[in-house]
């Protein structure tokens, strides 16, 4: 299951902020926000993005 929470773990862990994250997948901060939050979702787009940004597999932003 995907979990916001463990993406931001990743983010804390590698120090990369919001603002960094949200310009490279291309919406706002605030969406960012968010969706790291489980106010919203991701959309696949912006997973594969995120993967990308921080160069993981799609599977390593699941947990069991």
């Known amino acids: 299951k ?3 929470e ?3 773990s990743i983010l804390a ?3 990369i902020t919001q603002k960094k994250l949200s310009l490279y997948i291309n919406i706002s901060e605030c969406a960012l926000n968010a969706k790291l ?3 919203r979702r991701f959309t696949v ?3 594969a993005s995120v993967c990308t940004y ?3 597999t799609p ?3 699941f947990t069991d």
């Open 6 to 8: 463990h993406l931001k």
């Open 59 to 61: 599977s390593e932003l």
């Open 13 to 15: 862990a590698r120090e």
């Open 54 to 56: 921080l160069k993981i």
């Open 37 to 39: 939050n489980g106010r």
């Open 2 to 4: 995907f979990s916001p």
């Open 45 to 47: 787009d912006e997973l």
